[in-house]
C-alpha cells in the first residue's frame, strides 16, 4: 500500500506577479525551490489564502534570490499580485518509507525570504 504525503510546502508566500499571457505554470525563487525539495516541472498545489482558490500547475524556476513567485497562464485568473498563497507538493510512499519520512516546511516572509525551515507542523490545540 502506498500513501500520499505532503512532501514540500512554502507557507505564507507571496504572489508578485500574475502574468496572463506567460506560458503556463509558476515561477518559483530557485533559492525556494532548492530549500523544499521542489523540482523544476514538478506538480504543485497552490492554496490562494487570500481569495480562497485552490488549483493545480507546474513549477518553473525564477532567478535565485529574487523572491518571485509568479502565476502564470489562466491561474494568473486565480491570483493576483499580493496574495498570500501555499505552495505544496506531493509525494507517494511506500509503508516502510514512511517511517523516516519528513517533509520539508518553509516558512518565508513578507518578501518571500526564508524565515524558517521545519519538518513538523504542530498539533492544533483545542
Same mark, same amino acid.
Given at each position: 500500500?502506498?500513501?500520499?504525503?505532503?512532501?514540500?510546502?512554502?507557507?505564507?508566500?507571496?504572489?508578485?506577479?500574475? @502574468?496572463?499571457? &506567460?506560458?503556463?505554470?509558476?515561477? !518559483?525563487? @530557485?533559492?525556494?525551490?532548492? =530549500?523544499?525539495?521542489?523540482? @523544476? &516541472? @514538478?506538480?504543485?498545489?497552490?492554496? +490562494?489564502?487570500? +481569495?480562497?482558490?485552490?488549483?493545480?500547475? &507546474? =513549477?518553473?524556476?525564477?532567478?535565485?534570490?529574487?523572491?518571485?513567485?509568479?502565476?502564470?497562464?489562466?491561474?494568473?485568473?486565480?491570483?493576483?499580485?499580493?496574495?498570500?498563497?501555499?505552495?505544496?507538493?506531493?509525494?507517494?510512499?511506500?509503508?516502510?518509507?514512511?517511517?523516516?519520512?519528513?517533509?520539508?516546511? !518553509?516558512?518565508?516572509?513578507?518578501? +518571500?525570504?526564508?524565515?524558517? !525551515?521545519?519538518?513538523? !507542523?504542530?498539533?492544533?490545540?483545542?
Amino acid at each position: 500500500m502506498q500513501s500520499t504525503m505532503l512532501k514540500a510546502k512554502l507557507h505564507r508566500a507571496r504572489v508578485t506577479h500574475a @502574468e496572463l499571457e &506567460y506560458e503556463g505554470s509558476c515561477a !518559483i525563487d @530557485e533559492t525556494l525551490l532548492a =530549500a523544499s525539495g521542489i523540482r @523544476e &516541472y @514538478e506538480q504543485i498545489h497552490i492554496y +490562494n489564502v487570500t +481569495n480562497g482558490e485552490r488549483f493545480i500547475t &507546474y =513549477a518553473i524556476r525564477a532567478e535565485a534570490g529574487s523572491g518571485v513567485i509568479s502565476v502564470n497562464g489562466a491561474a494568473a485568473h486565480k491570483a493576483q499580485p499580493g496574495d498570500i498563497v501555499i505552495i505544496c507538493a506531493y509525494t507517494m510512499l511506500s509503508q516502510q518509507e514512511l517511517a523516516q519520512f519528513k517533509p520539508s516546511l !518553509i516558512y518565508v516572509d513578507e518578501h +518571500n525570504c526564508i524565515a524558517r !525551515i521545519g519538518h513538523a !507542523i504542530p498539533v492544533q490545540a483545542a
